[in-house]
């Protein structure tokens, strides 16, 4: 008799699992969008620019989503560069083919074709964004992804009156393209921005652009949700408002233990989603970010873009600023970043698999004797400025994707020889001899298996110069499990671990002349980039590749190339 009981309760318990899982595959909706790639007229500055953004906006448009949601999005490119677009920290589990980074998981759409991209939202909620892959035209070509719990789910803390996206941009009063074309010719350093921005605005403090500043709108009592993105190229950014604190509650799209500061940092590439309440008088409040500058005597942007918070019924005086910390206060930084946990106990893994050590940083490239003295404006005569993890410069390949070469055995695009530790031992946060400071250059790939229980330990290079670098990872979110500074010290730093409650992140912020260490477990196949999201580092081969293989069975397995996919 007891046994039976316990048929029918297990068939009554799978029948409500079907009828459950029914019910929210019947709410999860499918979004269609189309994005149009083109030139607009864009004003800031005092000078009117033709910038290529997406629907003519810039930035360009929000997507509004529930975890669980499929989205796909036809882009049409009618500029004149190839693009490309990746929906930045959207897992793409089986979807590899609709990252978007170019010459990795796809050829570039060129000007006058069209690709769509179609992937779903699994079990990520916060704040994304979607940012172009390609060249330098992320500067103009991005927009925010905000993904709500799903239908009927709420929020983990009280639902917010009000909710806010604010994307940190990069300006430059020049073509973008013009620059990093610019830098590549010469083997310099790109000529640094002249603003920053606020959802697409300078703000006041930089000449004609008071009227446009951006006025966030609060009322006294009020909680607001504000979703802050680093959305620019090439540099870390302290974020403010006066007089308010702020409950961090989220950071790329994974919601964390909420935990109370004044001052937030960003990497580009990272978001942080947090809760401000209107307890101050009513008045105007700046909202502002401005430089993180680890690099020693490195030229960095130094103004500070603002937007207001604008309590209702407050008198028009001038907004009251913040005091921001300074440019290269890193002891900030690091407090800010290392607050982070997750909510409760993570499925951190602790069994690992591939360990792999990578060190991460900049070099210099010794020209040939007969190039000319112009294309070598590296900091020292006659150099290229590069870069490299496990000392490999990575190059893009030209003719086909990775993911193509990988999906369709096609030889010679990649080797798989990316090594899992540095080929030299050195100090390499110390002062380097200059006869390491010249990497190799390839494309390497480094091969899992699906299922594979990886740890990276990155480690910063005082190599020509250290400095703080965003290390993102495409197709996973991972554990952050510490990070230091210094040399990482496997026999010391181990036990300094956090296998409870790490945070989740899709980039890591890689302390200046110090080192962080990563866990994940590779279950997504495909071809994915881990890379420097300072695009000018990008550019310079700070990156290497992951080649997941297929699992078992359908669902451990990557989707078929979609018809569309575009051809180099
Ligand atoms: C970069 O800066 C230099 C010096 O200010 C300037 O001459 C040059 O035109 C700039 N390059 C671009 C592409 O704007
Ligand atoms: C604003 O314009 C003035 C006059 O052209 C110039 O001297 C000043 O440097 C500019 N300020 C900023 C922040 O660009
Ligand atoms: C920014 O840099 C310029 C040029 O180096 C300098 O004149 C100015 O004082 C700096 N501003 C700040 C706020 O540090
Ligand atoms: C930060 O910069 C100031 C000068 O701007 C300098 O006095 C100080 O030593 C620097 N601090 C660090 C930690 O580099
Ligand atoms: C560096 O290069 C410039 C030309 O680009 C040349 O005029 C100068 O003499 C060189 N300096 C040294 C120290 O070689
Ligand atoms: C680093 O080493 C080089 C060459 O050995 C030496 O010239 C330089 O002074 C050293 N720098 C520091 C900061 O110790
Ligand atoms: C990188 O490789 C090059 C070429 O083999 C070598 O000269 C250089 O010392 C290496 N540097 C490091 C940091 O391993
Ligand atoms: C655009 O992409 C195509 C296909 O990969 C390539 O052949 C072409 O050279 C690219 N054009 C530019 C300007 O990079
Ligand atoms: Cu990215």
New binding site residues.
């Given amino acids: 008799m007891a046994y039976s009981n316990t048929i029918v309760r297990n068939m009554l318990l799978s029948f409500l699992l079907i009828l459950s899982s029914l019910a929210s595959f019947a709410n999860a909706k499918t979004h269609y969008h189309g994005f149009i790639v083109q030139e607009t007229k864009v004003k800031r500055l005092c000078k009117t620019h033709n910038s290529i953004t997406v629907n003519g906006q810039y930035p360009g448009p929000t997507l509004e989503v529930n975890n669980g949601d499929s989205i796909v999005i036809k882009v049409v490119n009618k500029g004149r560069y190839n693009i490309t677009i990746h929906w930045h920290g959207v897992r793409q589990i089986r979807t590899a083919w609709a990252d978007g980074p170019e010459f990795i998981t796809q050829c570039p759409i060129r000007p006058g074709r069209s690709y769509t991209y179609r992937f779903t939202i699994s079990g990520q909620e916060g704040t994304l964004w979607w940012h172009a892959h390609s060249s330098w035209l992320r500067a103009t070509v991005y927009g925010g992804i905000i993904i709500r719990p799903k239908q009927g789910d709420t929020f983990p803390f009280p639902k917010p009156n009000r909710d806010s996206l604010l994307l940190l941009g990069e300006w430059w009063d020049a073509n973008p393209i013009d620059v990093i074309r610019q830098a590549t010719r010469s083997g310099g350093a790109p000529n640094i921005s002249d603003a920053y921005t606020i959802n697409g605005q300078p703000g006041d403090l930089y000449n004609c652009s008071s009227k446009d500043t951006i006025k966030v709108p609060i009322s006294s009592g009020e909680t607001s949700l504000i979703r802050v993105v680093n959305a620019a190229l090439n540099q870390q950014l302290f974020f403010k408002i006066a007089n308010h604190k702020f409950t961090v509650v989220g950071a790329d799209a994974s919601y964390v233990k909420p935990f109370t500061t004044d001052v937030l940092m960003l990497g580009p590439g990272q978001t942080t989603d947090v809760l401000i309440k209107a307890d101050q008088p009513p008045a105007r409040y700046y909202i502002a970010a401005r430089a993180y500058a680890s690099a020693q005597g490195a030229?960095f942007d130094?103004?500070?873009t603002t937007a207001i918070l604008n309590y209702k019924n407050a008198p028009t005086s001038k907004p009251i600023m913040p005091t921001l910390p300074a440019?290269n206060d890193t002891a900030t930084a690091t407090a800010f970043t290392t607050s982070f946990r997750s909510p409760g106990k993570t499925l951190v893994p602790t069994q690992i698999d591939e360990n792999l050590f990578i060190t991460a940083g900049l070099g210099l490239q010794k020209c040939p004797p007969k190039a000319r003295a112009r294309n070598c404006q590296g900091p020292i005569n006659g150099t290229r400025f590069t870069a490299s993890m496990n000392n490999v410069s990575f190059v893009l390949p030209s003719n086909f994707s990775l993911l193509q070469a990988h999906h369709h055995k096609i030889p010679g695009v990649f080797t798989t020889d990316f090594p899992a530790k540095p080929p030299v031992t050195f100090d390499y946060t110390g002062n380097v001899s200059q006869s390491l400071w010249q990497p190799i250059r390839g494309t390497r790939v480094y091969k899992l298996k699906y299922g594979a229980k990886v740890q990276v330990v990155i480690q910063g290079t005082n190599i020509f110069t250290a400095e703080n670098h965003p290390i993102h990872l495409h197709g996973y979110d991972f554990y952050v499990v510490a990070e230091g500074f210094g040399n990482f010290n496997p026999k010391t730093d181990t036990a300094k671990f956090n296998l409870v409650d790490p945070p989740l992140r899709n980039t890591v912020s890689l302390p200046v002349k110090g080192w962080a260490v990563i866990r994940f477990v590779a279950d997504n196949p495909g071809t994915w980039i881990m890379h420097c999201h300072l695009d000018v580092h990008i550019g310079w081969g700070l990156a290497m590749v992951f080649v997941v293989d297929n699992g078992v069975g359908q669902l451990e397995t990557l989707e078929q190339p979609p018809k569309d996919l575009p051809v180099c």
């Fill in positions: 030229p130094n103004t500070t440019f």
